[in-house]
């Protein structure tokens, strides 16, 4: 944990300004623990300040991302998150250049990554162990910071960022609305927020995921994850014409190219407690909820950016 984080870190219970115990070098903090006037302390392990008491209901995604900590990651020779960032959001190099940037669900830092490297300083906050992949990924870089906490009750200060953005995150918390509406007290006027969340426009896609659903949550995580390998070459019965389109449909996996994605976002797909999915008006309602205007909508859906009055 970099000490300048500690100008924006709060105290999710009284609001209030932390101070630092433990060990630190000049520049960061690497161990100890951060301590409030109301007396709330939290730990600082691995580099990393931790204002939640363990995973909770999101055990699956910290496996998820300890086994796929670098999957989705872009290289030399790909650009995929890059591009996706972009599709889902809108925002390109030159609108975070040199902005304060909340990732809120940041898993193991994909997006923050593309941010980082379009010149943005970026905040990541994920309630699940996979803040520990992203620090490994992401944690030596100057504009990188990393955070456990709930995105429902977030220790930071209000109204410090110049951009907020969730992608496919608030889908997976027990209330969607609610996940979304607790971001934006966190917006500084004129600030953009984007978030891209699960569609409901393919009915017989979400009644058949819906049922699987009710049985995949049941089953042991790990036990789910290899499971879910048998996405790897059902991806090419799938792609046979007529009769591939039904069983997507009868039985949903990743469509992803490389096998690994398909891996991971499958996994993904059917090991969280919390699934909902939605329609571009019902989130427009929530952008008007929360007061803000120039709302812009992107594909795939449900992607939705607003700007704060």
């Given at each position: 944990m970099k000490k300048r984080l500690l100008e924006i870190l709060r105290c999710p219970v009284c609001r209030g300004r932390l101070s630092v115990e433990g060990e630190s070098s000049d520049e960061a903090i690497d161990a100890g623990?951060?301590?409030?006037?109301?007396?709330?302390?939290?730990?600082?392990?691995?580099?990393?300040?931790?204002?939640?008491?363990?995973?909770?209901?999101?055990?699956?995604?910290?496996?998820?991302?300890?086994?796929?900590s670098k999957t989705q990651l872009d290289t030399s020779v790909s650009d995929v998150s890059e591009k996706d960032f972009t599709k889902k959001t809108g925002l390109r190099p030159e609108d975070v250049k040199g902005k304060l940037i909340l990732d809120a669900g940041c898993g193991m830092g994909r997006f923050m990554d593309v941010v980082q490297r379009w010149g943005g300083e970026v905040v990541g906050v994920d309630m699940s162990y996979a803040v520990d992949s992203a620090y490994c990924n992401?944690?030596?870089?100057?504009?990188?910071?990393?955070?456990?906490?709930?995105?429902?009750?977030?220790p930071l200060a209000l109204e410090c960022f110049d951009i907020i953005y969730s992608i496919g995150v608030l889908h997976h918390t027990s209330d969607c609305k609610k996940a979304f509406l607790s971001l934006t007290p966190y917006l500084r006027r004129g600030g953009l927020i984007g978030i891209w969340v699960y569609a409901d426009?393919?009915?017989?896609?979400?009644?058949?995921?819906?049922?699987?659903?009710?049985?995949?949550?049941?089953?042991?995580?790990?036990?789910?994850y290899y499971l879910c390998y048998v996405s790897v070459p059902l991806y090419y019965v799938y792609k046979i014409p007529v009769m591939g389109h039904l069983l997507r449909n009868c039985i949903p996996i990743s469509m992803q190219k490389?096998?690994?994605?398909?891996?991971?976002?499958?996994?993904?797909?059917?090991?969280?407690?919390?699934?909902?999915?939605?329609?571009y008006p019902e989130v427009h309602r929530w952008f008007l909820e929360a007061g803000l205007s120039e709302m812009e909508l992107f594909e795939p859906p449900v992607g939705m950016r607003g700007r704060k009055l």
């Amino acid at each position: 944990m970099k000490k300048r984080l500690l100008e924006i870190l709060r105290c999710p219970v009284c609001r209030g300004r932390l101070s630092v115990e433990g060990e630190s070098s000049d520049e960061a903090i690497d161990a100890g623990r951060l301590v409030c006037t109301c007396g709330q302390t939290y730990p600082v392990a691995g580099g990393v300040p931790r204002f939640v008491a363990h995973d909770d209901y999101v055990k699956s995604f910290s496996l998820e991302w300890r086994r796929h900590s670098k999957t989705q990651l872009d290289t030399s020779v790909s650009d995929v998150s890059e591009k996706d960032f972009t599709k889902k959001t809108g925002l390109r190099p030159e609108d975070v250049k040199g902005k304060l940037i909340l990732d809120a669900g940041c898993g193991m830092g994909r997006f923050m990554d593309v941010v980082q490297r379009w010149g943005g300083e970026v905040v990541g906050v994920d309630m699940s162990y996979a803040v520990d992949s992203a620090y490994c990924n992401l944690g030596n870089r100057s504009n990188s910071h990393i955070v456990q906490a709930d995105i429902m009750h977030l220790p930071l200060a209000l109204e410090c960022f110049d951009i907020i953005y969730s992608i496919g995150v608030l889908h997976h918390t027990s209330d969607c609305k609610k996940a979304f509406l607790s971001l934006t007290p966190y917006l500084r006027r004129g600030g953009l927020i984007g978030i891209w969340v699960y569609a409901d426009y393919n009915k017989m896609h979400t009644r058949s995921s819906n049922v699987l659903r009710r049985l995949t949550v049941k089953i042991p995580r790990t036990a789910l994850y290899y499971l879910c390998y048998v996405s790897v070459p059902l991806y090419y019965v799938y792609k046979i014409p007529v009769m591939g389109h039904l069983l997507r449909n009868c039985i949903p996996i990743s469509m992803q190219k490389k096998w690994d994605w398909r891996v991971l976002d499958t996994f993904d797909w059917y090991s969280p407690a919390y699934q909902s999915k939605h329609r571009y008006p019902e989130v427009h309602r929530w952008f008007l909820e929360a007061g803000l205007s120039e709302m812009e909508l992107f594909e795939p859906p449900v992607g939705m950016r607003g700007r704060k009055l």
